[in-house]
């Protein structure tokens, strides 16, 4: 294993890289946060089709016997997804990338490891890595991998007798821009309880209600269901819900690219502005303080690529469906643990260290605190994931 990127990896970065720089540049994007709350359009519809349907950004978890590009053989895997994360987290762009083509993606990808559901995830998946529909896991951005909430009446959704969903889910992502929604519900059973994947389609059944989000570039939303027809997707006995814990996991551990991005797009556009401003007849970059300052968090961004990619390549490793083994879990754990505080820090100086247009509305960097915020609170807190390491890595949690 390898954490270098290969020269395909290098390949899609480009792409990525070179469609954002045209499309969505930090000023588009500041536009488009100030447009999105009078519109209520937070993402850009035809730069994601560009994304999935032309790069093909959409299938690269899904296997290439679903229309997707990921293999054993040579395929796209977790790896290149990682590189798309990093290039949207350096762009903050607002994409449905992290909600449909990894968490939705990952709990049909689960689900159709099961066999069940009469090939409803296979349909689904086909879909989505032709372009021809966004999906979104309906349960909260902010939910633990470790410990994800089974649904339930208060909070939740039910599958009536009637194979119609109805009930309320708070903190979704990637709502807004969905076409088909997977949830998580309780099946209707008189006697021992049983939960379901349900997959549901937009329609007026389903209303999708923006809420004030820290992130202006990734909106959350509360969805509810009103009688809402669904096709069950998968189920299971007991309140355990292995294709969100799946996703969430996974999710995760890819989450850490994009906060790599997020840092990375600090610390290079800190150490330009620095260079260029002056005072004191010198240029600000030339003072010590400033330099050891970027010098430390230098070193943070490359212990945080390490990191992800390590969390990548493990993934990449790991079957498509499943429990993830002991190595691939304490990656994630630790590429969140660390990523996340990295990509905050790094924010925070590339604010500072602007001076006085660092705190402006019109600069750009506002724009990657409050998604390094977000992010950092989402899929689990970094407290979550160094607890969780505490076992496989045999070390007392913390307290």
Excluded at 100 to 106: G, K
Excluded at 167 to 179: F, K, L, S
Excluded at 227 to 234: D, E, Q
Excluded at 375 to 393: E, S
Aim: one cysteine or more; glycine letters at 10%.
């Amino acid at each position: 294993m390898t954490l270098l990127y290969t020269e395909v990896e290098e390949e899609l970065r480009a792409a990525v890289r070179e469609l954002l720089a045209d499309k969505c540049s930090p000023s588009a994007v500041l536009d488009r946060a100030d447009s999105a709350a009078a519109a209520g359009t937070p993402y850009d519809a035809e730069l994601w089709k560009a994304l999935a349907r032309d790069i093909g950004v959409a299938g690269l978890l899904i296997p290439e016997e679903l229309g997707g590009s990921a293999s054993r053989e040579g395929g796209a895997s977790a790896r290149e997804a990682a590189v798309v994360l990093e290039e949207l987290g350096r762009a903050v762009a607002p994409m449905p990338f992290l909600s449909s083509a990894v968490l939705a993606t990952q709990a049909l990808l689960t689900a159709a490891g099961q066999g069940a559901g009469g090939g409803i995830a296979e349909e689904l998946l086909g879909r989505l890595a032709a372009g021809e529909a966004t999906a979104t896991l309906a349960v909260s951005f902010a939910a633990s991998p470790y410990a994800p909430a089974a649904p339930c009446h208060e909070n939740g959704a039910a599958l009536g007798e009637d194979g119609t969903v109805t009930g309320t889910v708070t903190g979704v992502i990637g709502a807004e821009a969905a076409d088909v929604l997977l949830v998580p519900v309780l099946l209707a059973r008189k006697t021992e309880p049983c939960v379901g994947l349900c997959a549901v389609e937009a329609s007026a059944a389903v209303r999708v209600t923006p809420v004030p989000s820290l992130d202006l570039t990734r909106p959350i939303a509360t969805v509810s269901f009103a009688s809402a027809p669904a096709r069950v997707v998968a189920r299971a006995e007991g309140l355990e819900v292995p294709w969100v814990w799946e996703a969430l996991m996974r999710g995760a551990g890819l989450l850490a690219s994009e906060q790599l991005g997020v840092a990375e797009w600090c610390l290079t556009t800190t150490v330009a502005y620095v260079k260029e401003r002056r005072q004191f007849a010198r240029p600000v970059g030339s003072f010590q303080a400033v330099k050891h300052r970027l010098a430390d968090l230098w070193l943070e961004v490359v212990g945080a690529r390490a990191a992800a990619r390590n969390a990548a390549a493990l993934l990449a490793e790991a079957p498509a469906a499943g429990p993830l083994g002991d190595d691939a879990a304490v990656a994630v754990a630790v590429a969140q643990a660390h990523c996340a505080a990295v990509a905050v820090h790094a924010a925070e100086e590339c604010v500072q260290l602007h001076g006085g247009i660092g705190m402006t509305w019109e600069h750009p960097a506002h724009l990657y605190l409050k998604r390094a915020k977000a992010d950092q609170i989402a899929l689990g807190t970094p407290g979550d994931h160094r607890d969780a390491l505490a076992g496989p890595a045999d070390l007392p949690a913390p307290v």
